[in-house]
């Protein structure tokens, strides 16, 4: 089975092994379950969406173990495919040479939309969840239970990638931005529309508050816009839809509430499911998770994999910018600190490798992590940033006017001891 995976291998970024339960020291990328079917003559898969399990039902007997093998070989090798385009493409685009690299145009369009899209990876991220109504209801929302029971999984199965804080914030008689044309009536559909062009000036910044940034990451703002009464239904004009992305920002979702939800001017945790549910597709694209395997474990890993392999690729960026720095500029004095930063980062890379190659990804993303904040801590010395825009022309400007006063008697003085010497020899 072994030879026949290897034989199917067509990426040198991955080396699927085999082992049995028995043998197993470590957390196993997927497990493989066989059950013996009599009820079909071709063999079948199906992966668990919640877990990192594809079973396997076959009528393989001792003499048809071949065409087994070859099939479970070709199951595992379809499970990994957008992962090491992905790793592929990175690797690649970043001037690192990737033996047997095959990306079609088509996969690179997609990774690029994938890239644009999502915001950078940092170690935490901060969650907005903003209701802005139109009016004086809905006041009200139990937002913290829908997130607690529709968001918070999500949260969890992602902490080994990333830490997220989360906050929510109500306004009311929240006007849209003054550069949105519309909305209009239209009595075709019987709604109020906006047209799509018009969905990147929705956001109406001036008197929304919505923060950019809160803490040490990024914020991710999910806006709730209830329409007021006389609005009401509200839709995008050419698909009918009621929420959409914007990338490297947030998601935006309109709620077109019903007669009782208006009346009570509460919107429960029942209504916000739907909401919530919307906003966690949202945050899913946001962070770059791949669509495919259907396993969210799998998905869960590749992200895992693939935002450390970005990290050591940052890191070792920064280290050869700072190399390159110092090569260039051979009069900055490097203080201790920085050297020491650099070996830090240097150990924590070689870590990250090592325990990518021994399958310890949690590790290796805590390592990559590391690497790269060492990293960036000695190429900011603030000490050194002061001497990188202090060159020598610099040093000539400043110095020359105050040593030029001094210098004139000192030249003149000289001169005149020189004519005494040469007097007093004649």
């Known amino acids: 089975m072994q030879q026949t995976l290897d034989d199917h291998d067509v990426s040198s970024l991955h080396h699927l092994r085999i082992a049995s ?18 009820g079909s003559n071709e063999p079948s898969s199906k992966l668990k969406q919640y877990a990192a399990t594809l079973d396997i039902k076959h009528t393989a007997s001792a003499t048809t173990l071949n065409p087994l093998a070859t099939f479970i070989a070709r199951e595992l090798q379809s499970l990994f495919v957008e992962e090491q385009t992905t790793l592929t493409h990175l690797l690649t685009s970043s001037g690192y040479a990737v033996p047997n690299a095959r990306v079609s145009e088509e996969a690179v369009v997609a990774l690029n939309q994938r890239s644009n899209r999502a915001f950078k990876y940092s170690p935490t991220y901060h969650l907005t969840f903003s209701l802005f109504s139109g009016s004086a209801t809905p006041s009200t929302w139990e937002v913290q239970s829908a997130l607690d029971d ?87 004009q050419e698909t009918g839809g009621t929420n959409w992305l914007i990338p490297q920002w947030g998601g935006v979702q309109i709620l077109n509430p019903s007669e009782a939800q208006h009346m009570h001017g509460n919107l429960s945790k029942e209504d916000l499911y739907p909401v919530i549910l919307t906003f966690a597709d949202q945050l899913v694209s946001l962070l770059a998770m791949p669509s495919k395997p259907a396993s969210l474990p799998l998905r869960l890993d590749s992200l895992s994999r693939e935002r450390t392999t970005s990290t050591i690729i940052s890191a070792s960026s920064t280290l050869g910018a700072l190399a390159r720095l110092t090569l260039k500029l051979t009069s900055i004095a490097i203080p201790d600190n920085v050297a020491t930063s650099v070996t830090k980062s240097l150990h924590h890379l070689e870590q990250a490798c090592t325990d990518l190659r021994e399958a310890q990804y949690d590790s290796a993303l805590r390592n990559a992590r590391t690497a790269e904040a060492e990293a960036e801590k000695a190429f900011f010395e603030p000490s050194m940033v002061g001497q990188v825009y202090f060159p020598d022309e610099h040093k000539v400007a400043v110095y020359v006017p105050l040593l030029g006063p001094m210098a004139v008697p000192l030249v003149l003085a000289l001169l005149k001891e020189v004519k005494k010497f040469r007097q007093s020899r004649t």
């Open 150 to 236: 529709c968001l918070e999984p999500l949260l969890q199965s992602l902490s080994p990638i990333s830490t997220f804080t989360v906050d929510t914030q109500v306004q009311l008689y929240a006007s849209l931005s003054p550069s949105l044309r519309g909305p209009h009536w239209q009595s075709e559909s019987n709604a109020w529309t906006i047209q799509r062009s018009d969905l990147s000036g929705f956001i109406n910044a001036a008197e929304w508050p919505l923060s950019p940034s809160i803490g040490a990451g990024p914020t991710i703002n999910f806006v709730l816009y209830i329409p007021s009464e006389k609005q009401r239904p509200l839709t995008i």
């Open 21 to 38: 339960v028995d043998q197993l020291d470590k957390k196993p990328a997927i497990t493989v379950r066989l059950e013996h079917d009599n």
